[in-house]
């Protein structure tokens, strides 16, 4: 059970590593004017979805096994990305008006993103007020993160298989 | 505000990214080519640059000297005003359009266009380049955005069901149900049923139940008129007009002949224009795009490319030796710098701009600059032959040139006086191009590279002229000083660079720095708490633009940078670039100075000597051919559209304006009308008065014919003017409440996506149909709370995403906002401002209840629709290494870090850049700001815009602030606070504004002010700078307490963001003038006439006296205001009444009075009018009129409910900075 726990997470992790990677080489390819930054930014808002799942993942697997050290690790990044991410029904009171629920739901709002927005990464905002540098930091830190969870997760996997 | 406040500068000290490594971010203009099309041969032949004749063809006998110099001038370049003179004189010097007969169809397109054309290019083809009458002709949509070469059968697959629905299509009874004055009107439907099944009656709008059938997912793309004269064959031609430029002479290189005078048969008209052409374009070709088969083009899709191609012949000049100049003095570091590499990685990608293949193209094509010796490159040239071999002994003036100062400013108008004075000078033999040059002064011969010890001096000595810096610095307590304002209007600082330098920098009008000495590093930045910005106004109406047309634009091979008047020369043969310092080549071409007709004055291009140049670019700048002018015109006609009764308007400015729309034959215009449906217009040519469609099915939307709703305006231009004279009536009963706008957009997107353009948009409610559809967000009793306001930001991302749709598609949304209600401007002007649009709002606006309002919108509209325009723009905005742009503000769509996609650009418009300093800039002692315009004029011209600015570097504090430009940091200050107010809240914003003053107040009063005095003291050149900030608190965007519309409030945000400096700083802190003691002492004079210049009185009540008469100028607005007891001579002299009592409410204008009194005021007034682009309002306000409430709002140094008054600010201000 513990190993399999750690199987899964070193998974997860891994996929989250690939993610970050992602991340910084597209943010690069726009840094480096590569690529424009509404094709960088619809390809990078595909992902902000499943790296919140991803990350979500391995916290609620800690939770569950009650891994508390590394569920404490997890826990504040999987808040920063849920508060990135996830709708913000309080402030959106008129969306709950009849006849916008369907344009509404086809796209999902952010808590931290302004309503007319176009997603986290947003193309006309990117380059504005040194975002592109702090979204490049941000996966920057992302990555160090997850390298960390990806030694720990081998180990702690290592040790349940011995153990077991 | 400083760097807590407003700046996020993460000066990232971690990460191995660094922000400065664009290393291909290259040119300002992306290649606009075609996939494998190498090259669209040049478009233009290097004769015929001008679209226009200039006004004076001849040049035997002595012209008028400068007014005509002048006026030559100011044609050239599309002033609008002059483009509006011309107009009527274009049509005798246009060939008639020459359309091919559809019944031709030569078996070789190509060799048989050739021919056809051939005859149409006579003399006066050089005025107006045929070639884009012919590359559009046709009504069809002639590039399809997809591909260019698309097969064969799949346009014949296309075509057939054009065909079968032309054949099923039957003409509607033209005298219909209808009054004859309307345009039919029919609903297209699914394929089974009749087409035009109803028509539109004025006896009853309400539309027939059975007559709109559902079209759910049945878009039929009918095409109702593509009729026999769609397929009239665009004529492809091809010209090789091969400039033998043999006749140049041999030798007058000591005092070459003026030939502004010579007798040219052909050219004659350019000869007076400063125009550097030298090129040596072998072969001009026209090619005709038409060959290619674009998108869906009915008859003549399927043939093929003409495949005409360029042979470019490049020259190179005859090898010379010693041509090395001993300038090595100041090479000592500079070759240490990097030469970085060239190229960027080869897998940019193909959306984006196409640095890469411009440099594979310059490499192929022979540029000739990549050897690295001083000597030309054994390139096969042409030049001899070419430019007639007239240059060898130019060359020689290396050691014995004269080493007096050099003459900057020698080439400039004045210089070309003498040269229209001469007599006609006998220079039968010399060729087109040099006659263009032939005006220019001879006599400069001067130094060889005046340039570099100007350079080196100035990069030695920027301790400068310190007596203005004591000056700037100089302590003024403002609690005590009740006087800050100057006589006259603030002017720039100037920056603190030698005399050469200042003397070629940009203009401060259009390119400003926040502080005019840049700090060396971001410590610095950060101690001096001011912000490092820039502000542009790139496109301005300029009265004089050197217009080059050369065969190599010189650039940096690194950092793409274009050669300007602050590179060095290292020798002859070698320039270093000023911006990577990367050490280039001079090609061969740029050693011929066109000016002075001589060789090997590199220095004295007229690239070197003017800080502002235009380029007319090669099809190297081109992805596409360029876009003719469309213009489509997207009208709501709703219920409450019809109330406010913008149409009429609307339509009579438009028929007014119809001959002064920019553009060249090619011009098109399309219109397209919206309630809870969208009606298109019809208006093919041939048809005897406009159809309308109606496509109600607004959830998918559609287009119903594909070529005839974009016509041609000169084709159509009885159509266009039916509908026009129709429009108004039409609509008069509509009871359709609801608007459809979402919808409408969308279509228009789809109607103009083949081409690009324009689309201007009267909107005149909240849309509530379709996509797009917007709640209602604004509570009114909310307008006036102090608790912050909401929704300053857009409500959806559909309007956003539909405008960067758009600017893909190099179209610009304008948006004309006619509304009485709460329209949600800040969800609207989303598709505006990343479209790089403009927005027009208007509120309350009523035909007949609110005069004023429609006023503005008649003379906002006339200047609106025969302005200058540019097409399928891009710019990029270039600094010295170790500046990165950190933050834009304006109207476009930032595409990469530097660089701005503009759909279309527009004189009126102006943008802000925030700078960081990455790297420390203790290594130069110049930083170079350089922004390029790569634009598509309206006569299909692509050019290139440089303007470049020069500031010097400074160590010291002190210097920082002596070089602080108090206008441009509240400008800049403003557009960062509006970007504070909608990402964070309108509270913030205000205190951030607060901060800056106390900031930069306090910086100042601690560090640099060497006298230790209490009280608020400022740096001589900022004292206004607290006056300025109180003036933003107060503005409409920013103020709190009173009651602001919503919408009102997020326009006053847009105007900031794109409104070009003088005129912000006229809204922000409006010029009052007393006027009833107004006389020529110290008046200007303008030619003959005298306009007075009074005083700036500072916005005061107190300033007011009831014996006075005042003139306010906010910018759009002027109001006369007069006081109770002025003196009856005021009134009856200039207003023309008796007394004071007779003065009527609501007087707009000044009646032309043939007193000394009323010519100095009308001459003030109609001087301030001539300084901006749209006309202002004039309002006489009498004292006790109910209108003078407008005119004390501006009153911003008084307390009111908006704020504090001036003195109660300073204390606040010195309350905050002792704490």
Same mark, same amino acid.
């Given at each position: 059970?513990?190993?399999a726990?750690?199987?899964?997470s ?8 690939f993610?970050?990677?992602?991340f910084i080489?597209?943010?690069s ?7 424009n ?6 390809k990078?808002n595909k992902?902000?979805?499943?790296e919140?799942i991803?990350?979500?993942?391995t916290t609620v697997?800690?939770?569950?096994s009650?891994?508390w050290f590394?569920?404490?690790l ?6 920063w990305?849920?508060y990135?991410?996830?709708r913000g029904?309080?402030?959106r009171?008129w969306a709950e &008006? ?6 509404e739901?086809?796209?999902l709002r952010y808590? &931290?993103?302004p309503?007319g ?5 947003d193309?006309?905002?990117?380059h504005?007020r040194?975002?592109?540098k702090?979204h490049? &930091?941000?996966?920057?830190? &992302?990555l160090?993160?997850?390298l960390?969870?990806?030694?720990i997760?081998?180990?702690s996997m290592?040790?349940a298989?011995?153990?077991? | ?8 500068r ?5 990460a191995?990214?660094?922000?400065n ?5 290259a040119?300002?203009a992306?290649a606009?080519r075609?996939g494998?099309?190498q090259?669209?041969p040049a478009m233009?032949p ?5 679209p226009?004749?200039?006004l ?6 002595p012209?008028p000297?400068?007014?005509l110099?002048?006026t030559?001038?100011?044609?050239n370049y599309? !002033?609008?005003?002059n ?6 004189? #274009? ?7 020459t ?6 169809r030569?078996?070789?397109?190509s060799?048989?266009a ?6 149409a290019?006579?003399t ?14 046709t009504?069809d949509?002639?590039y399809?955005? *997809?591909t260019?070469?698309?097969p064969?059968?799949q346009q014949l697959?296309h075509?057939l069901p054009?065909?079968q629905?032309?054949?099923?299509q039957h003409q ?5 149900v ?7 009107v029919?609903?297209?439907s699914?394929?089974g049923s009749?087409?035009y099944?109803?028509l539109r009656s004025? =006896?009853?709008p309400?539309?027939?139940p059975g007559?709109?059938p559902t079209l ?10 593509t ?6 064959l665009?004529?492809a031609?091809?010209?090789?007009a091969?400039q033998?430029?043999?006749?140049a ?6 005092s070459?002949a003026?030939n502004g005078?010579a007798?040219h048969p052909a050219d004659?008209p350019?000869?007076? =224009? %400063? ?7 072998a072969?001009?070709?026209y090619d ?7 998108g869906?083009m009915t008859?003549d899709?399927?043939?093929p490319?003409?495949g005409s191609t360029t ?5 190179? /000049?005859?090898?010379q ?7 090595d ?7 240490a710098?990097e030469p970085?590499?060239?190229?960027? /990685? ?9 640095d890469?293949?411009?440099d ?7 540029d000739?600059?990549?050897s690295t010796t ?6 096969p ?9 007239s240059? +060898?002994d130019?060359?020689a003036?290396s050691?014995?040139m004269p080493? !007096?100062?050099?003459?900057y400013?020698?080439?400039g108008?004045?210089? @070309?006086q003498?040269?229209? *004075?001469?007599g006609?000078?006998? !220079?039968?033999d ?6 263009l040059y032939?005006q =220019?002064?001879?006599q ?9 010890s ?16 004591l000056e700037a610095?100089?302590p003024v307590?403002l609690l005590?000083?009740r006087s800050?304002? +100057?006589?006259?209007?603030?002017e720039?600082?100037e920056?603190?660079?030698s005399p ?5 920098n940009?203009?401060p009008?259009?390119f400003?720095c926040t502080?005019s ?5 971001q410590a610095?930045?950060?101690?001096? %708490?001011l912000p490092l ?10 009265q004089?633009l050197p ?5 190599t634009i010189?650039?940096c091979?690194?950092c793409r940078?274009?050669?300007n008047?602050f590179v060095?020369?290292l020798?002859?043969r070698?320039?270093?670039?000023n911006?990577?310092y990367?050490v280039n080549?001079?090609?061969?071409e740029?050693?011929y100075?066109p000016?002075?007709r001589s060789y090997?004055?590199?220095?004295k %291009? ?6 502002t140049v235009?380029?007319?670019?090669s099809?190297?700048y081109?992805?596409r051919?360029p876009?003719p002018a469309v213009?489509?015109f997207v009208l709501d ?18 028929l007014d304006?119809?001959d002064?729309l920019?553009?060249d ?7 397209l009308t919206?309630d ?7 208006l093919q040519q041939?048809?005897?008065q406009?159809?309308m #469609?109606?496509v ?5 939307i559609?287009?119903?014919?594909h070529?005839?709703?974009m016509v041609n305006?000169k ?7 039916d509908?026009?004279?129709? $429009?108004?009536?039409m ?6 409440t609801h608007?459809? $706008?979402?919808p409408?957009l969308?279509?228009?997107h789809?109607?103009m996506?083949?081409?690009?353009g324009r689309i201007?948009?009267?909107q ?5 149909l379709?996509?797009g ?8 009793n ?5 608790k912050g306001v909401?929704?300053?930001?857009p409500?959806?991302?559909f309007y956003k ?5 758009c ?11 006619l509304s ?5 401007l800040a ?5 505006s401002?990343y479209s790089?649009?403009s ?6 606006y009523?035909h007949?209840h609110?005069?004023a309002?429609?006023?503005?919108f008649?003379?906002?509209?006339? %200047?609106y ?8 723009a891009v710019?990029r905005?270039r600094c ?5 742009i950190?933050?834009f503000?304006?109207n ?6 530097d660089?701005l996609?503009?759909?279309n ?8 850049? *925030?700078m ?9 002692s110049l ?8 634009y598509?004029?309206?006569?299909g011209?692509?050019?290139?815009r440089?303007h470049? #600015?020069?500031l010097?570097?400074?160590s010291?504090l002190s210097?920082v602030f002596a ?7 509240t400008?800049?200050l403003?557009?960062m606070?509006?970007d504070?107010s909608?990402s ?7 205190d951030a504004l607060l901060?800056?003053?106390?900031d930069g ?9 060497t006298l *230790?005095?209490?009280?608020l003291?400022?740096p001589?050149?900022?004292?206004l700078?607290p006056?300025?900030?109180l003036?933003?608190l107060?503005?409409?965007a920013l103020?709190?307490g009173?009651?602001t519309r919503?919408?009102?409030?997020v326009?006053?945000m847009c105007e900031?963001?794109t =409104?070009p ?5 006229r809204?922000?802190?409006p010029?009052?003038?007393? @006027?009833d ?8 004079h303008l030619n003959?006439?005298v306009? /007075?210049?009074?005083r ?8 007011l ?7 306010l100028d906010?910018g759009s607005v002027?109001y006369l205001?007069?006081?109770?007891c002025?003196?009856?001579?005021f009134?009856?002299?200039?207003l ?6 007779s003065i009527p409410?609501? @007087?707009t ?6 007193t000394? $009194?009323s010519e100095?005021?009308r001459?003030?007034?109609?001087w301030l009018?001539?300084?901006r682009?749209?006309?202002c ?5 009498r ?6 409430l407008?005119?004390?709002q501006n009153?911003v140094e008084?307390r009111?409910?908006?704020g ?6 300073l ?6 900075m002792?704490?």
């Amino acid at each position: 059970m513990e190993a399999a726990v750690f199987i899964v997470s070193l998974v997860d992790c891994c996929a989250l590593i690939f993610l970050s990677v992602y991340f910084i080489i597209t943010l690069s390819d726009l840094e480096c004017d590569y690529i424009n930054a509404r094709a960088c930014c619809s390809k990078l808002n595909k992902w902000v979805i499943p790296e919140l799942i991803g990350q979500t993942l391995t916290t609620v697997m800690m939770m569950v096994s009650m891994h508390w050290f590394i569920l404490i690790l997890n826990l504040p990044v999987a808040a920063w990305d849920l508060y990135r991410t996830c709708r913000g029904w309080p402030h959106r009171a008129w969306a709950e &008006k009849p006849g916008l629920q369907g344009a509404e739901l086809r796209h999902l709002r952010y808590v &931290k993103v302004p309503l007319g927005n176009m997603g986290v990464f947003d193309p006309t905002e990117i380059h504005n007020r040194g975002q592109l540098k702090s979204h490049m &930091k941000e996966a920057m830190i &992302k990555l160090g993160f997850h390298l960390l969870c990806f030694f720990i997760y081998l180990y702690s996997m290592i040790l349940a298989l011995i153990n077991d | 505000m400083s760097a807590p406040g407003f700046t996020n500068r993460n000066t990232s000290t971690s990460a191995g990214y660094n922000q400065n490594s664009t290393p291909s971010s290259a040119a300002a203009a992306p290649a606009y080519r075609n996939g494998t099309e190498q090259s669209y041969p040049a478009m233009y032949p290097p004769t015929s640059p001008y679209p226009h004749p200039p006004l004076h063809q001849t040049h035997s006998g002595p012209p008028p000297s400068k007014a005509l110099t002048n006026t030559g001038h100011t044609t050239n370049y599309f !002033h609008q005003q002059n483009n509006q003179h011309l107009q009527p004189h #274009l049509p005798q010097h246009h060939p008639p359009p020459t359309v091919a007969p559809p019944a031709v169809r030569p078996p070789h397109p190509s060799a048989a266009a050739a021919q056809q054309y051939t005859p149409a290019l006579p003399t006066n083809a050089l005025y107006d380049p045929p070639p884009q009458q012919a590359l559009y002709c046709t009504p069809d949509a002639y590039y399809g955005q *997809q591909t260019y070469h698309a097969p064969q059968a799949q346009q014949l697959q296309h075509q057939l069901p054009h065909q079968q629905q032309q054949q099923q299509q039957h003409q509607p009874p033209v005298n219909g149900v209808g009054a004859p004055l309307y345009p039919i009107v029919s609903y297209p439907s699914a394929p089974g049923s009749s087409q035009y099944g109803t028509l539109r009656s004025s =006896q009853s709008p309400c539309q027939a139940p059975g007559a709109v059938p559902t079209l759910v997912g049945a878009p039929l793309h009918q095409h109702p008129q593509t009729s026999a004269d769609t397929s009239s064959l665009p004529p492809a031609f091809s010209t090789t007009a091969v400039q033998q430029f043999c006749g140049a002479p041999t030798t007058n290189q000591t005092s070459p002949a003026y030939n502004g005078t010579a007798h040219h048969p052909a050219d004659q008209p350019t000869s007076h =224009q %400063r125009h550097y052409d030298q090129n040596n374009h072998a072969a001009a070709l026209y090619d005709p795009y038409q060959g290619v088969p674009y998108g869906n083009m009915t008859a003549d899709g399927d043939r093929p490319p003409s495949g005409s191609t360029t042979t470019s012949v490049h020259s190179s /000049p005859r090898h010379q030796q010693g041509m090395h100049y001993g300038y090595d003095a100041n090479r000592s570091g500079s070759l240490a710098c990097e030469p970085s590499p060239a190229t960027g /990685p080869s897998d940019s990608s193909s959306e984006e701009e196409e640095d890469d293949d411009e440099d594979e193209d310059e490499e192929a094509g022979g540029d000739t600059s990549s050897s690295t010796t001083g000597s030309a490159s054994p390139v096969p040239n042409n030049f001899d032959c070419l430019e007639g071999g007239s240059y +060898p002994d130019s060359i020689a003036p290396s050691g014995d040139m004269p080493n !007096h100062s050099p003459p900057y400013n020698n080439y400039g108008y004045p210089g @070309m006086q003498p040269a229209y *004075q001469q007599g006609p000078a006998s !220079h039968g033999d010399s060729s087109p191009s040099h006659a263009l040059y032939g005006q =220019q002064q001879p006599q400069q011969y001067a130094q060889p590279f005046p340039n570099m010890s100007t350079l080196s001096a100035a990069l030695g000595g920027l301790s400068g002229v310190p007596e203005l810096e004591l000056e700037a610095l100089m302590p003024v307590n403002l609690l005590h000083e009740r006087s800050l304002l +100057p006589d006259r209007p603030l002017e720039a600082p100037e920056p603190n660079l030698s005399p050469d330098l200042r003397k070629v920098n940009c203009s401060p009008q259009t390119f400003r720095c926040t502080l005019s000495s840049i700090p060396q590093t971001q410590a610095l930045l950060n101690k001096a %708490r001011l912000p490092l910005g820039l502000l542009l106004h790139p496109f301005r109406d300029l009265q004089q633009l050197p217009v080059i047309t050369s065969n190599t634009i010189v650039r940096c091979r690194s950092c793409r940078t274009y050669i300007n008047p602050f590179v060095s020369f290292l020798d002859q043969r070698r320039w270093k670039c000023n911006l990577c310092y990367r050490v280039n080549d001079v090609p061969d071409e740029f050693m011929y100075n066109p000016v002075t007709r001589s060789y090997g004055e590199p220095h004295k %291009r007229p690239e070197v000597q003017n800080a502002t140049v235009e380029f007319i670019a090669s099809s190297d700048y081109m992805l596409r051919p360029p876009q003719p002018a469309v213009y489509l015109f997207v009208l709501d006609v709703s219920h409450n559209a019809v109330e406010a009764g913008y149409l009429q308007h609307f339509c009579d400015s438009l028929l007014d304006n119809l001959d002064k729309l920019p553009g060249d034959t090619r011009m098109r215009v399309g219109f397209l009308t919206f309630d809870s449906t969208v009606h298109f217009y019809n208006l093919q040519q041939g048809l005897s008065q406009p159809q309308m #469609l109606v496509v109600s099915d607004i959830d998918d939307i559609f287009i119903p014919s594909h070529d005839s709703l974009m016509v041609n305006l000169k084709d159509s231009l009885e159509l266009v003017k039916d509908l026009l004279g129709a $429009l108004p009536s039409m609509f008069r009963d509509s009871r359709v409440t609801h608007s459809a $706008l979402g919808p409408a957009l969308q279509a228009a997107h789809q109607l103009m996506a083949p081409t690009g353009g324009r689309i201007s948009v009267f909107q005149t409610q909240l849309p509530s149909l379709g996509a797009g559809l917007l709640p209602s967000r604004e509570d009114p009793n909310q307008r006036s709370s102090s608790k912050g306001v909401q929704h300053l930001g857009p409500a959806t991302d559909f309007y956003k995403k539909l405008a960067l749709d758009c600017s893909g598609q190099q179209i610009a949304v304008d948006l004309f906002l006619l509304s009485s209600q709460y329209a949600d401007l800040a969800t609207l002007a989303c598709v505006s401002k990343y479209s790089a649009g403009s927005i027009f709002y208007y509120p309350s606006y009523h035909h007949v209840h609110n005069p004023a309002q429609r006023d503005k919108f008649r003379k906002d509209l006339d %200047r609106y629709l025969s302005r200058k325009i540019g097409f399928e723009a891009v710019m990029r905005i270039r600094c010295t290494k170790g500046l990165s742009i950190h933050t834009f503000h304006g109207n476009f769509f930032v595409r990469s870090t530097d660089l701005l996609s503009l759909a279309n650009v527009n004189p009126d418009s102006a943008f802000a850049v *925030q700078m960081s300093i990455d790297d420390s800039l203790v290594d130069s002692s110049l930083a170079c700001f350089q922004a390029a315009l790569l634009y598509t004029s309206s006569k299909g011209k692509r050019r290139i815009r440089v303007h470049t #600015l020069c500031l010097p570097v400074v160590s010291q504090l002190s210097d920082v602030f002596a070089g602080a430009d108090v206008q441009a940091i509240t400008c800049l200050l403003a557009n960062m606070a509006i970007d504070r107010s909608v990402s964070s809240s309108l509270g913030d914003a205000r205190d951030a504004l607060l901060n800056a003053v106390v900031d930069g107040l306090g910086v100042y009063r601690n560090t640099v002010s060497t006298l *230790q005095q209490h009280g608020l003291i400022a740096p001589d050149n900022l004292r206004l700078f607290p006056l300025y900030i109180l003036a933003l608190l107060k503005q409409k965007a920013l103020r709190t307490g009173t009651s602001t519309r919503l919408d009102e409030r997020v326009f006053a945000m847009c105007e900031f963001k794109t =409104q070009p400096l003088q005129q912000m700083m006229r809204m922000v802190y409006p010029d009052m003038y007393r @006027m009833d003691t107004i006389s020529d002492q110290g008046s200007l004079h303008l030619n003959d006439t005298v306009v /007075p210049q009074p005083r700036l009185l500072h916005l005061s009540a107190e300033r007011l006296s009831r014996d006075g008469a005042f003139l306010l100028d906010c910018g759009s607005v002027l109001y006369l205001w007069v006081g109770k007891c002025v003196n009856e001579i005021f009134i009856r002299d200039v207003l023309g009444c008796p007394n004071y009592a007779s003065i009527p409410p609501n @007087m707009t204008d000044i009646p032309e009075l043939e007193t000394k $009194l009323s010519e100095r005021v009308r001459a003030f007034l109609d001087w301030l009018q001539d300084n901006r682009a749209f006309s202002c309002l004039f309002y006489v306000v009498r004292e006790d009129a109910s209108a003078k409430l407008d005119f004390f709002q501006n009153m911003v140094e008084d307390r009111s409910e908006m704020g504090l008054s001036y003195h109660e600010f300073l204390q606040n201000l010195l309350q905050q900075m002792s704490k």
